[in-house]
């Protein structure tokens, strides 16, 4: 993920009276990027808006708690966390093994899968695996199988990456020490300017998440793009998107996953789904 410099907004306050009643009075401070859209994005006049502003309003809705977001680089997100800045992170963070060593995450509120786009007359619209889910850390051989298709028919191409990401960290895991061409990894601070190379041809392709491509694909320039392959999951790419908490605050993370559960089950996360991502992204949605 590609973040955006800091710059703070209320988000929401709501249940003053409840606070008062709970003895809650403390506001919660939650970072996020503010330029990772559709999860979060900053508008002209400065607003936080996206699915992850629209469902922290109705978390802290629910806990009676007073919020604010405030969008801040990725690279100082969890070191804010650490240091106390922040309360907790809403940012589309994916639950891998390497970030579970620093954070609490929380109950998944998605699950999302990384997915290759690609120009519709590229030869990797014809790559095979379509729509079938690669789950990174599975074994055996049909598993195996998979991943020699991916490694052959993404030799010699050029895949555009956001910096410092998970799909990054795939490509350089998959493609690593293997004899013959490899993939050549272009990296990119924004995704605007990723997708404009892609349009334009000056990359064979992109690995990003589902959730940013489908709205991508309806938009009048992204309809010249088009997903091929399988849809990644697991490994590097984690196992869902969660907030992230400080090992040492089982409390707080305790509310907000009793919360989060009341949002899966009522279908509040299906219609914000839906709403952002043009998919239902919650844990257990089935998706063609």
Known sequence: MIRAGAVALALVLAGCHGDALRG??????????????????????????????EYLRDLCARLHRRCRMVAMDWDGMIGALQTGKIDLIADAVQITPERAGVLAFG???????????????????RLGDDGVTMDLDGKGPAFAAMTDRLRKGLAGKVIGVELSGAFDTFLTQTFADRAGPGVSIRYYRTMGERDLDLLNGRIDA???????IRPLLATRDGAALVMAGPRMIGGSMGRGEAL?????????????????????????????????????????????
């Open 24 to 53: 809650d009075v403390r506001e919660l401070v939650i970072g996020t990027e503010g330029a990772y859209p559709p999860w979060n994005f900053t508008r002209a006049d400065g607003s936080l808006g996206g699915f992850e502003p």
């Open 244 to 288: 992230a908490f400080r090992p040492g605050d089982p409390g707080l993370r305790a509310q907000f996953d009793r919360v989060i559960g009341d949002t899966l089950a009522d279908g509040t996360v299906r219609r914000l789904g839906l709403k952002w991502f043009r998919i239902d992204a919650a844990p257990g949605a089935v998706r063609r």
């Open 107 to 125: 109950r998944p509120y998605a699950l999302t899968t990384g997915v290759i786009a690609t120009l519709r007359g590229s030869p990797l619209a």
């Open 206 to 212: 992109t690995l990003e998440d589902e959730s940013y």
